[in-house]
């Protein structure tokens, strides 16, 4: 009793505890997929927010330069100085305060001012410590410029007396030709620009996301990362570089401009941008082939590389977050079905012995009745059988087996209703048979019923199975093609019928060739009736019946 409940049992549960796995591990697919992909959006946009930043930053310091210089050249008439550049230049820097350095050079290249940012206060450099800057690559590149162009330098680390300035000061410098009122070029006009305030930007919009932004340059170094030890290779002439950690990785950054990686180390999102070309005003002139000193790079390839990393560990833990909530469900659910699946098996096993006491009871009478039930069943299925084969000769030729000329009448109907209630068209083949006489006359009618039924089976075989095939009477065939786009359809029909049936007919002994004419009609005129149908067929075969025989001819 023990074994067959708990038998009995297995059937309930398995029953229902397979479709409910999966459709538990459907859901999880899809809750997955859905974490997955939102994740993915959320770290390309974020990647892409910080592009846009860096473009929007350095074109402001780009108008702060040029706004400067304007300013500069109001105090300046021929090459001397008619107004007070310096408080210009104080009040600019602490306007702004992203500043290092504001420097003007003149021509020898010799500052003749200059205004510090030296512990978040400004300081005016005294004549007696100006240098003389004619040696570096940014006054020599700036200096050479024309009035309209701009002179941006790479990212890099401030250098102070041949060493890295400490604590390290990210610097971008950024330059133009200082012009006096008269048009005469007098000298330079340099800011150096603290990009840590940028880095922090970057920062600051990644505060509230799971992935810090790293930012690299063309060569795989890392200007920024959530690991310092790791930024500025290229200054400290180290290797730590992006593609020796991820060289497959670098291989498709350095392919493509922005998208996303899967990796054995998680989801990589980047986006490149070009900060110098990208960030210059269209209206300006600039030299994009310009080298910069000590970088072997020009302003069309200096580009950084914005990269976030969603770590394999975070998928994973995402995984099983979802896991677990949908074991919240799970397991009740599954404590419900052992339960009901229970109780499933204790009522069928009730109802099981119920059964089995009615089919006791009844089996005496079952008995007695069954003689006379099959009795009743054989007089019922030999009335059933002769009303089939009835129907069936009402309806079918007895010979082929296909629609005889009642029922290919009342499904022409029904198509021609359909063709006028859809604005269609159908077509109406009518075919005779060529040399049909010459089959009975040489081998005999059991010959010509075996050619006849071959023929339906080639007509069921070149149409649709929703097309229409019957015999007429005699020799003659019809297919009706409930639905056509052209003429050309039903043409294309009577071609392949007549190469069908022109082929040899071989049964036993007997080789037999015989031909077909066909009769076309398409249907288009809502007003045509069934008979005008038919004749219009049937009169376009009688015609190339007398001219020349196995062809074709549209009505």
């Given amino acids: 009793m023990r074994k067959s409940l708990f038998k009995e049992f297995c059937k309930v549960f398995i029953i229902w505890f397979i479709p409910l796995c999966a459709l538990f591990s459907y859901g999880f697919f899809l809750e997955y997929n859905k974490v997955f992909e939102l994740l993915k959006t959320k770290e390309i946009n974020n990647v892409i927010l910080v592009q846009h930043t860096i473009k929007d930053v350095l074109t402001e310091r780009i108008s702060d330069l040029l706004t400067l210089a304007d300013l500069v050249k109001l105090h300046i008439k021929d090459e ?67 009035m309209g162009e701009i002179f941006i330098s790479p990212l890099d680390l401030n250098i102070e007396n041949g060493k890295i300035e400490q604590p390290i000061k990210p610097m971008i410098r950024i330059g133009t030709p200082v012009y006096s009122q008269t048009g005469k070029k007098v000298g330079i006009l340099l800011l150096n620009y603290l990009a840590q305030n940028l880095l922090d930007k970057i920062s600051h919009l990644t505060d509230y996301q799971t992935q810090p932004i790293s930012l690299l340059n063309g060569q795989g170094y890392w200007l920024k990362n959530a690991n310092s030890d790791m930024t500025w290779g290229f200054m400290y002439n180290n290797e730590q570089r992006f593609q ?30 070009y900060p110098i070309h990208e960030s210059l005003p269209v209206h300006l002139h600039v030299k994009p082939d310009t080298h910069f000193e000590g970088h072997g790079l020009t302003i069309k390839n200096y580009v950084w ?13 995402m995984q099983r977050d979802i896991l677990v909530r949908f074991s919240y469900t799970a397991i009740p659910l599954l404590l419900l079905l052992i339960f009901v699946g229970w109780r499933l098996t204790l009522y069928r096993l009730k109802h099981i012995k119920a059964k089995q006491a009615l089919i006791k ?128 359809d039903a043409i294309f029909v009577a071609k392949e019928i007549i190469q069908t049936i022109s082929q040899e007919y071989i049964e036993k002994e007997v080789t037999a060739l015989i031909g ?18 038919i004749k219009k067929a049937d009169e376009a075969m009688y015609t190339i019946k007398k001219s020349g025989k196995n062809h074709y001819k549209v009505a």
């Fill in 361 to 488: 009871s009844y089996q005496l009478l079952e008995q007695r009745v069954d003689e006379r039930t099959q009795e009743l069943q054989h007089e019922v299925e030999i009335r059933t059988k002769a009303e089939d084969r009835m129907r069936h000769m009402a309806s079918y030729d007895a010979l082929t087996g296909i629609p005889n000329r009642a029922l290919f009448n009342d499904r022409l109907l029904t198509v021609m209703a359909m063709n006028k209630r859809h604005k269609s068209s159908s077509a109406l083949l009518f075919i005779d048979l060529d040399n049909f006489k010459n089959v009975n006359d040489d081998y005999g009618h059991e010959a010509g019923d075996m050619v006849l039924k071959q023929v339906s089976k080639r007509l069921k075989d070149k149409v649709r199975s929703s097309d229409t095939v019957g015999r007429y009477g005699g020799d003659e065939f019809v297919v009706l093609l409930h639905e056509i786009n052209s003429e050309d």
């Fill in 244 to 273: 020796n950690y991820y060289p497959r990785v670098w291989s498709e950054l350095l392919e493509q401009e922005k998208g996303q990686i899967l990796t054995r180390f998680g989801i990589f999102s980047f986006a490149s941008t």
């Fill in 80 to 146: 001397n100085v008619i107004g007070h550049v310096n408080e210009e230049l104080i009040a600019f820097s602490g306007n702004i305060g992203v500043y290092d350095q504001i420097r003007l050079l003149d021509m020898s290249g010799q500052e003749t001012n200059r205004i510090n940012l030296e512990n978040q206060s400004i300081v005016q450099v005294p004549a007696n410590k100006l240098q003389n800057k004619s040696h570096r690559y940014y006054f020599k590149e700036t200096v050479a410029l024309d």
């Fill in 305 to 317: 590389k914005i990269v976030s990393l969603i770590p394999d560990e975070t998928l994973n833990s």
């Fill in 516 to 533: 077909c004419s066909i009769g076309i009609a398409v249907y288009k005129d809502e007003y045509l009736t069934i008979n005008d149908y």
